[in-house]
């Protein structure tokens, strides 16, 4: 998952890049909660600073004054590979014979073991176990034969495989890439005389950028003294747009491709009322990444939809907890039922996924103490049965509870009435009219890009670790 940004303004042009980067990261929290960082380019001296923990934690206004500069590119951290550690926190900065890098990616390499046995055969030493970093030192070892960073980029991409969405900056650049797959988002706007560069256009529109364009699958921009060059990496691939992106991971008021993610989700919602409509009083979503298909639900079968669960505003995305028994907790303090709206009715719960199951139960549990008369979940993803290798945290087969159950196996387990899942080729569907080619292999299996032979969560799951001091 993990979210990107970046900055570039010309020379002479007062921009604080570091103010503008913690503004569009605090927009793309939603997008990891494990660390964070931001690394400023100041007249070829790149300065970083991260740590574990959220945007507002790590950074305050004598931080951001420390990290001077007209270029910036910033992070925020979901593990799928490496710990929970500083090591683990991004940007990945690194000096070398010809200069400086720092890096910011969201995604997962498959090759990322075989890279790193190759860089440490030859005397590279990581500080962390994240394929990140072995992005960087690719890209490092390229550019040592190489006549720029832009050309270090290009040959470091036609060896790496996996999912990548990326920013690097050097002394004088900020250069942005995309896997040939496009699996992850990338996007480019305007903010004045700047080039920014985010995961998400909703954090250009929180700086007050003006969004231009996605950035396309296999493409390189290079910005460089306030000019921008597109550049053809030469990895052709067919596109495959991660579906759950659409499904949980964007905020709903995000844009990939022209695409509305919340469009996308009120038309799942419709789609589901239509395949498994169930006799019942009101609808209620899991809030929030539901609530936009609890609407399309309720549109399409004129059931009343109502809230049925009150959040917790100050409690983070429990999908996005590294460790399932702080998604347990988490669920207790963000969720609580509306006992008023939902004591005596027949209740169709609406939630974007099912992964483990565990979190769901404890729901529908929550909604029958309440008064419930009967609850019938409706999820507007197709079921998990198969891991992810692109940057989803979608865990191995023996985890995921759709693997050798059926519906009314899994509504059982739940304490639900009924189940029911959407369609995995109606998902296809509903994203291909928005003209989004997509992946949907942890739902199908059928994998874009040959997966791993074997599954590494920690590539090398034994690094140092190295205390802040707080």
């Known amino acids: 998952m993990c979210g990107i940004f970046g900055i570039a303004s010309p020379p002479g042009v007062e921009v604080d890049a570091a103010r503008e980067t913690f503004y569009a990261l605090f927009a793309l929290q939603h997008r990891g909660q494990e660390a964070c960082g931001i690394a400023a380019g100041d007249k070829g001296i790149i300065t970083c600073r991260k740590d574990v923990g959220l945007v507002l934690d790590v950074f305050d206004g004598e931080t951001l004054d420390s990290l001077k500069g007209n270029m910036a590119v910033g992070h925020v951290r979901y593990s799928t590979t490496g710990g929970e550690n500083i090591e683990n926190a991004q940007p990945v900065s690194v000096s070398h014979i010809k200069g400086n890098l720092a890096i910011s990616h969201n995604g997962n390499l498959v090759n990322a073991n075989e890279l790193r046995r190759e860089i440490e055969m030859e005397g590279g030493i990581f500080r962390s176990t994240s394929d990140s970093e072995i992005i960087a030192y690719t890209i490092v070892r390229e550019r040592l034969r190489s006549n720029s960073i832009e050309e270090a980029v290009k040959k470091a991409m036609s060896r790496i495989r996996g999912a990548y969405s990326l920013l690097a900056m050097s002394p004088r650049k900020l250069i942005a890439a995309r896997d ?39 493409e390189i921009i290079l910005v460089e003294n306030g000019n921008l060059t597109s550049i053809d990496s030469g990895l052709k691939a067919e596109q495959s747009f991660c579906s759950f992106e659409f499904i949980y991971f964007s905020r709903p008021d995000s844009v990939h491709q022209g695409a509305s993610v919340e469009l996308a989700r009120r038309r799942m919602g419709r789609a589901l009322a239509r395949e498994s409509g169930v006799d019942a009083d009101i609808v209620v979503a899991v809030p929030d990444s539901g609530v936009p298909a609890a609407a399309g639900y309720a549109e399409e079968s004129g059931l009343q939809n109502v809230v049925g669960l009150i959040k917790n505003r100050y409690i983070g995305r429990t999908f996005i907890q590294p460790h399932q028994n702080q998604r347990e907790r988490a669920v207790r303090l963000k969720l609580n039922p509306l ?21 769901s139960a404890r729901i529908v549990g929550a909604l029958r103490e309440a008064g419930a008369a009967e609850v019938h979940m409706r999820v507007s993803a197709p079921p998990f049965r ?20 059926t519906e009314n196996d899994i509504a059982e387990m739940l304490g639900a009435d009924s189940l029911a899942y959407l369609n995995v080729d109606t998902l296809r569907r509903i994203l291909a009219e928005a003209g989004i080619p997509s992946c949907a292999a942890c739902f199908s299996g059928d994998y874009p890009i040959e997966p791993p032979q074997a599954r590494d969560t920690d590539i090398f799951s034994q690094p140092i670790i190295t205390l802040t001091g707080k």
């Open 386 to 405: 198969y891991p992810c290798y692109f940057g989803t945290d979608v865990p191995d087969k023996d985890r995921l509870i759709a693997v050798g159950r």
């Open 339 to 359: 006992a008023a709206n939902v004591a005596g009715k027949r209740v169709v719960l609406i939630d974007d996924s099912i992964v483990r199951g565990t979190t």
């Open 180 to 218: 040939p797959n496009g699996f992850r988002p990338l996007v480019l706007g305007r903010l004045g005389s700047s080039y920014i560069f985010a995961s998400e256009s909703c954090a250009i529109d929180a700086v007050g950028g003006k969004f231009v364009r996605d950035v396309e699958p296999g």
